[in-house]
């Protein structure tokens, strides 16, 4: 697994963080469990005002998309309603064999870290 994050010195609000914890935790895991891929990259950036995370992974790559809401991909839901509690969205790219990309967009609701502590 890869991770890249890039804050650039953001101290993000703790129900951002437990969020992002439990989108990453729930994305990864379905990695696991589904898609049988050797490889997957975590990304996480703030562009602007929003917080842009992306899951992707090289598997077998199901029509996720089309599943969120209807009781097949529980947590790909759980994932789509974490983003909507707080504002955000959750756009899902997949392809058969080809692997399949989450998009998440969160708003930044953070303050600089202090450095004088």
């Not at 914890?21 to 891929?37: G, L, Y």
């Not at 199901?62 to 839901?77: F, W, Y």
């Not at 997949?94 to 990309?101: I, V």
């Amino acid at each position: 697994m890869q991770v890249s994050i890039n804050l650039a010195g953001l101290r993000l609000s703790t129900d951002l963080e437990n969020t992002v914890f439990r989108i990453v935790q729930e994305a990864t895991t379905n990695v696991m469990k589904h898609a049988a891929s050797e490889r997957v990259e975590v990304n996480i950036a703030r562009t602007g005002r929003w917080l842009e995370l992306v899951v992707r992974d090289w598997g077998l790559g199901p029509d996720a998309a089309s599943q969120v809401g209807q009781g097949k991909r529980i947590g790909l839901t759980s994932i789509a309603d974490r983003a909507a509690l707080l504002g955000g969205s959750l756009r899902i790219e997949s392809k058969p064999q080809q692997g399949t990309t989450l998009r998440v967009r969160l708003p930044v609701a953070a303050a600089p870290i202090s450095r004088s502590a």
